[in-house]
């Protein structure tokens, strides 16, 4: 799994990816007017691999190929969501020209989503808390599959319930960000560990939670 690093003062967010430092993969949250600020710091801090999610943030499609282009050079895997929800066609234009994949998040929730999507990203993030449940997120991972989309394992900032519920897809998917119960500290439930960045899953029946007694 990838470990999310959000948007703060600059300085800030190095301390946060040396505290990260099991990770191999970050993901920086962009998508303001300090971007250059913030991805000079971070690669300042480390070269580990980078996802980045524009989180809507950029403004018009130019501004995203600008900063795609930009970011190309940073060694960066994909950047998520780089326009608002419902621009397809400024995101399938973008797509024709952008050096790195587009993934969507704001723009997905359920399967019948998908179709629409194939032509203007190349892959999409899944949300078990906002697809509903492992069985839409499994329909969706099938239909993604047949379009030939890329698929990312999502998650809010939620407990180890979720994340370990999502874990079991992992082998699935082509990317995971799976740290949402690593943001919290009361967390009720105790299930997916992370080890150097890898997911392990729990041994116990079912899912393998248990009460965080």
């Known amino acids: ?79 998520e969501q780089p326009l608002p929800a419902h621009r397809l066609d400024d995101v399938a234009w973008l797509r024709e020209r952008s050096p790195l994949p587009l993934v969507a998040d704001e723009d997905v929730m359920k399967a019948n989503d998908l179709p629409a999507l194939a032509r203007a990203y190349h892959g999409i993030n899944i949300k078990i808390m ?28 939620e407990s180890s319930l979720g994340i370990t519920a999502a874990a ?7 990317w995971a960000d799976l740290d949402g119960n690593l943001l919290i500290k009361n967390d009720p439930c105790r299930g997916v560990r992370v080890e150097q960045g890898r997911l392990i899953l729990p041994e116990g029946p079912g899912l393998g939670v248990e009460e965080n007694l």
């Open 130 to 157: 906002k697809s509903g449940g492992l069985q839409e997120a499994m329909r969706m991972i099938h239909v993604a599959r047949a379009l030939s989309l890329k698929i990312m394992l999502g998650c809010m900032i």
């Open 1 to 79: 799994t990838s470990y999310s690093i959000g948007i703060d003062k600059p300085e800030i967010m190095q301390e946060k990816i040396r505290a990260a430092a099991e990770f191999p993969i970050l993901k920086i949250k962009l998508g303001s007017d300090d971007d250059e600020a913030i991805m000079a710091a971070v690669r300042a801090a480390t070269d580990r691999v980078v996802r980045v999610d524009a989180n809507e943030g950029w403004k018009d499609r130019q501004e995203a190929l600008e900063k795609i282009q930009w970011l190309a050079k940073m060694n960066v895997e994909f950047v």
């Open 168 to 174: 079991h897809l992992s082998p699935l998917v082509d």
